[in-house]
Nanobody
């Protein structure tokens, strides 16, 4: 049974930092592209960062580029999202997701985590 379990969300002031972590189990971690999505109330769920199976390539949405960093730890089967210079507009539920490299897309990831709330106060 595949599980993606997020942790690290919380309340932070604008300009602060948070580090999200996603622990993956039940899948061949090195075969999956890992990503972080976020969904604010009344808005669509959007991809904010992704990292390829080897960790060699990353993607960031324009709104987080330069502030967020995605990384993966193959020894622990985890993917992290370091979020710096947080803004109130970063407030959302953040979801970890996994898609099989070469056989699926972010339109329909293979697996989702349960989400973790990030709230940035002004």
């Amino acid at each position: 049974q595949v599980q993606l379990v997020e942790s690290g969300g919380g309340l932070v002031q604008a300009g602060g930092s948070l580090r999200l972590s996603c622990a993956a189990s039940g899948l061949t971690f090195s075969s999956y592209v890992m990503g972080w999505f976020r969904q604010a109330p009344g808005k669509a769920r959007d991809l904010v960062a992704a990292i390829t199976p080897t960790g060699a390539n990353t993607y960031y949405s324009g709104s987080v580029k330069g502030r967020f960093t995605i990384s993966r730890d193959f020894a622990k089967n985890t993917v992290a999202l370091q979020m710096n210079m947080l803004k109130p507009e970063d407030t959302a539920v953040y979801y970890c997701a996994a898609r099989k490299y070469g056989s699926s897309s972010w339109d329909r990831p293979d697996y989702w985590g349960q989400g973790t709330q990030v709230t940035v106060s002004s």
